[in-house]
């Protein structure tokens, strides 16, 4: 076939054809599979998916994907020679297949007219970044947490989404779990009365900095390429150590902390039960274990590493004027009152397992639908995070003006709401 044809997505071809009248030679015998049937999808109704950066939570993440029976993995982008070929292997396992593209380079995974959509699970420093390419390159995205570094980039995210017309999932799972569903349904729909305070856990209340380690000599860019591992991040020499850092630093040294990477989850959450309405506008340091931040209604978001019922991890707790919920990863919630439930039975699912929310995200691929960690939802909890880490940097407290999400009369704090970004990796 020419580079053309090849380049065709297989359903505008199939269209084409069959608007045209032209001929097709097939196979006299086609297999039941790929037809449909017992049970198995046709490749016309399969959604095309791609991996970039698969390591060690992106596997975990692209074995959510292989398990539905409507995805074909296709392609894996990755800076490391290593995740590339072990990701080829589990996939062409899993197909019986070599049929898993490698590529160091994401942009030449996006240039793949058949790829539907990607899962992006980078490090932090790369999430918005690739993200935004993917979805100018029309793709839809199941993108890990954090999805952003800063507020500035939460918002330039949300509003390509939006422009673009992307499917946009963030990777917080436990918005399709049903005791946290359940949960945040009592706080946003007024059952625990009106709605006062909503707690969550951050996982250590500390802005952290990556950090510049002394220079060790360059990898074979074929086995470990810096410059991309890097990418939008400040440039800065190798070494070993940073090679599976968590973040490089953002304006000001400053980098997400315990508050950025739970709060992903935990404050989302509690935007979840509020309404993911617009975050705080006010964010206090810490005084005796506790962050507390209010939305403009009143409400309080407080974060809190202690005092929780042992629920599991990630534990969150809301409460009104006449009732309390509080839940946690381990599938269990504790209320106020049993006649909150109203004879309902939530089911217990335990280690906060992302399966539904993979389900989720391709369902809403074809129904072109939103999923429940939509782009603005996320991008209204990270900037809730981002701006509590920003109080908390700065140690002092800080307002957001959520007509501009400026800091109001803040020179210091508005430094922190972006980044210099290094080329050519422009937003």
Same mark, same amino acid.
């Given at each position: 076939?020419?580079?053309?044809?090849?380049?065709?997505?297989?359903?505008?071809?199939?269209?084409?054809?069959?608007?045209?009248?032209?001929?097709?030679?097939?196979?006299?015998?086609?297999?039941?599979?790929?037809?449909?049937?017992?049970?198995?999808?046709?490749?016309?109704?399969?959604?095309?998916?791609?991996?970039?950066?698969?390591?060690?939570?992106?596997?975990?993440?692209?074995?959510?994907?292989?398990?539905?029976?409507?995805?074909?993995?296709?392609?894996?982008?990755?800076?490391?020679?290593?995740?590339?070929?072990?990701?080829?292997?589990?996939?062409?396992?899993?197909?019986?297949?070599?049929?898993?593209?490698?590529?160091?380079?994401?942009?030449?995974?996006?240039?793949?007219?058949?790829?539907?959509?990607?899962?992006?699970?980078?490090?932090?420093?790369?999430?918005?970044?690739?993200?935004?390419?993917?979805?100018?390159?029309?793709?839809?995205?199941?993108?890990?947490?954090?999805?952003?570094?800063?507020?500035?980039?939460?918002?330039?995210?949300?509003?390509?989404?939006?422009?673009?017309?992307?499917?946009?999932?963030?990777?917080?799972?436990?918005?399709?779990?049903?005791?946290?569903?359940?949960?945040?349904?009592?706080?946003?729909?007024?059952?625990? /009365?009106?709605?006062?305070? &909503?707690? +969550?856990?951050?996982? *250590?209340?500390?802005?952290?900095? $990556?950090?510049? #380690?002394? !220079?060790?000599?360059?990898?074979?860019?074929?086995?470990?390429?810096?410059?991309?591992?890097?990418?939008?991040?400040?440039?800065?020499?190798?070494?070993?150590?940073?090679?599976?850092?968590?973040?490089?630093?953002?304006?000001?040294?400053?980098?997400?902390?315990?508050?950025?990477?739970?709060?992903?989850?935990?404050?989302?959450?509690?935007?979840?039960?509020?309404?993911?309405?617009?975050?705080?506008?006010?964010?206090?340091?810490?005084?005796?274990?506790?962050?507390?931040?209010?939305?403009?209604?009143?409400?309080?978001?407080?974060?809190?590493?202690?005092?929780?019922?042992?629920?599991?991890?990630?534990?969150?707790?809301?409460? /009104?004027?006449?009732?309390? &919920?509080? +839940?946690?990863?381990? *599938?269990?919630?504790?209320?106020? $009152?049993?006649? #909150?439930? !109203?004879?309902?039975?939530?089911?217990?699912?335990?280690?906060?397992?992302?399966?539904?929310?993979?389900?989720?995200?391709?369902?809403?691929?074809?129904?072109?639908?939103?999923?429940?960690?939509?782009?603005?939802?996320?991008?209204?909890?990270?900037?809730?995070?981002?701006?509590?880490?920003?109080?908390?940097?700065?140690?002092?407290?800080?307002?957001?003006?959520?007509?501009?999400?400026?800091?109001?009369?803040?020179?210091?704090?508005?430094?922190?709401?972006?980044?210099?970004?290094?080329?050519?990796?422009?937003?």
């Amino acid at each position: 076939m020419s580079k053309k044809m090849t380049g065709l997505h297989r359903r505008s071809f199939l269209k084409t054809t069959l608007a045209t009248g032209a001929a097709v030679a097939v196979p006299a015998i086609i297999p039941a599979s790929a037809l449909g049937r017992n049970g198995a999808v046709a490749p016309s109704d399969r959604i095309i998916v791609g991996g970039i950066g698969i390591g060690n939570r992106g596997t975990y993440d692209l074995g959510c994907f292989l398990e539905q029976t409507d995805v074909q993995f296709a392609a894996v982008a990755d800076v490391k020679e290593a995740r590339r070929t072990a990701v080829k292997k589990m996939v062409d396992e899993r197909y019986n297949s070599q049929g898993c593209a490698m590529y160091r380079d994401f942009r030449e995974l996006l240039d793949r007219s058949d790829i539907d959509a990607v899962l992006i699970a980078t490090g932090p420093n790369w999430h918005a970044t690739a993200a935004t390419y993917a979805a100018r390159a029309g793709k839809d995205i199941y993108c890990e947490k954090p999805c952003t570094k800063n507020i500035a980039q939460s918002l330039s995210l949300a509003e390509t989404i939006r422009r673009t017309g992307r499917i946009f999932q963030a990777g917080t799972q436990r918005r399709n779990l049903p005791h946290f569903a359940f949960a945040c349904e009592l706080a946003r729909t007024g059952r625990l /009365g009106k709605l006062q305070k &909503v707690f +969550a856990h951050p996982a *250590g209340m500390q802005a952290m900095m $990556s950090g510049w #380690l002394p !220079a060790q000599p360059d990898p074979d860019p074929n086995l470990v390429d810096w410059d991309m591992y890097l990418g939008p991040a400040a440039w800065r020499p190798f070494n070993a150590k940073l090679l599976d850092g968590f973040n490089f630093e953002k304006g000001g040294g400053l980098v997400g902390g315990g508050v950025l990477e739970w709060g992903s989850h935990c404050v989302d959450l509690c935007q979840w039960a509020v309404g993911d309405c617009p975050p705080p506008v006010e964010y206090n340091p810490p005084q005796d274990g506790r962050m507390v931040a209010t939305y403009e209604n009143g409400v309080q978001l407080i974060l809190r590493e202690t005092e929780w019922i042992p629920l599991g991890s990630c534990p969150v707790r809301f409460e /009104g004027e006449t009732g309390w &919920v509080e +839940a946690g990863d381990s *599938g269990k919630m504790v209320l106020s $009152s049993p006649e #909150l439930l !109203a004879g309902r039975t939530v089911e217990e699912i335990g280690g906060y397992p992302a399966t539904f929310h993979v389900r989720d995200f391709l369902d809403c691929v074809k129904s072109r639908s939103q999923p429940k960690g939509n782009a603005h939802a996320a991008a209204m909890a990270h900037i809730a995070c981002h701006s509590a880490n920003i109080a908390l940097h700065l140690n002092r407290k800080v307002t957001l003006d959520l007509t501009k999400y400026e800091f109001v009369g803040d020179d210091e704090a508005n430094r922190l709401r972006s980044e210099a970004l290094r080329e050519p990796w422009r937003l």
